[in-house]
């Protein structure tokens, strides 16, 4: 915005740099995964080594830094997770939290943050950089771009990426602590970490995750990138048509995408932040969501709040943070 007068005669920047691939390619790519959606999501039948940096001290604990190399073949790169531990904790349990996208934790300087609470509960914070983001950006594009500009693929290619690492992060976590281990997110973060729930059912069981914990989603994926307000500033949906793709085609994939059936652990274990006012996961395919999982009531907050705003209630209402930190308690009593 401030330098924008450099371009000179009004010029117009585009929000996104398109490289929609067309329905041929996607299914040359991803054919296989709609006859065999296990193998798509499957964990990596061996775990990378896992490094971690060294350890400094934060607000409430240690912070530190893990890197492997992405068990996904598309990906090629490595994966960078900072965690946030507390302190003088014995065998925490931990939460692996997924950000949202064109969201990149290390660009929020000064901000009050939720992770800190949880670590003054006990609770061990591992926040995953998605794919596209962060130490992850590909040269030229702003972090999440390559998500939205190789639409419907770039959600396809994330989510697919995205599960074998978490898997990974849920093997670390579990061979460096006897605490549960619970996954979550806000916004792309939650789609990931509810399409996870759902999928670990095909898993071993030590990379079953114990608790869920969403804030800002919805129930199909479809909601989000045709009625969302992010997907229609953008302009998804025309770019999408103009290379070819029907609501019909598209919608093929974008069903892959979704929780298949309840999530692995019981719906007493899962929690959700929602916000009447969310029009960017929309909120009625959020509620949708948690009633056919029979959510309990005592786990769903529901604030008037949008889809920016809710995360930031965080910080004023430890509601859902309190229950979280009740849930692992009665899981590691259990």
Same mark, same amino acid.
């Given at each position: ?102 969201? +990149?934790?290390?660009? &929020?300087? @000064? %901000?009050? $943050? ?10 061990? /914070? =591992? ?121 019909? +085609?598209?919608?093929? &994939?974008? @069903? %892959?995408? $979704? ?10 274990? /899962? =929690? ?63």
């Amino acid at each position: 915005r401030h330098f924008r007068f450099l371009l000179g005669g009004g010029r117009r920047i585009p929000l996104v740099r398109w490289e929609i691939p067309s329905p041929a390619e996607v299914e040359e790519i991803f054919g296989y995964a709609l006859e065999d959606s296990t193998r798509a999501f499957a964990p990596p039948e061996h775990m990378p080594d896992v490094t971690e940096s060294q350890r400094v001290p934060g607000p409430a604990g240690d912070e530190y830094w893990l890197r492997f190399a992405s068990p996904a073949e598309r990906m090629g790169d490595d994966v960078y997770a900072r965690v946030f531990e507390p302190k003088g904790g014995i065998d925490p349990p931990t939460l692996i939290f997924g950000h949202g996208v064109c969201v +990149e934790f290390d660009h &929020w300087h @000064g %901000l009050i $943050d939720e992770v800190y609470d949880l670590c003054r509960a006990g609770i061990r /914070v =591992v926040r995953p950089e998605a794919p596209w983001h962060g130490r992850r950006v590909p040269d030229g594009r702003y972090g999440g771009e390559a998500f939205m500009s190789r639409a419907p693929i770039g959600a396809i290619d994330i989510f697919t990426a995205e599960m074998p690492e978490w898997a990974v992060l849920i093997d670390w976590a579990r061979r460096t602590s006897q605490g549960p281990v619970g996954v979550g997110g806000s916004s792309l973060g939650a789609l990931a970490a509810q399409l996870l729930s759902t999928r670990a059912r095909d898993w071993a069981s030590h990379l079953q995750p114990d608790a869920l914990f969403l804030v800002t989603h919805c129930g199909k994926v479809e909601d989000a990138a045709v009625r969302g307000a992010l997907a229609q500033v953008w302009g998804t949906h025309a770019a999408t048509r103009a290379n070819g793709w029907t609501e019909t +085609e598209a919608n093929r &994939w974008r @069903g %892959l995408l $979704d929780p298949q059936g309840p999530p692995v652990m019981g719906a007493e274990n /899962v =929690v959700s932040v929602l916000g009447q006012r969310d029009i960017v996961t929309p909120y009625d395919s959020g509620i949708e969501l948690i009633d056919s999982w029979n959510v309990p009531q005592r786990n769903r907050f529901i604030w008037r709040r949008g889809h920016f705003s809710v995360p930031m209630g965080l910080i004023r209402d430890h509601g859902p943070l309190d229950r979280l930190t009740e849930i692992f308690a009665a899981l590691r009593t259990g």
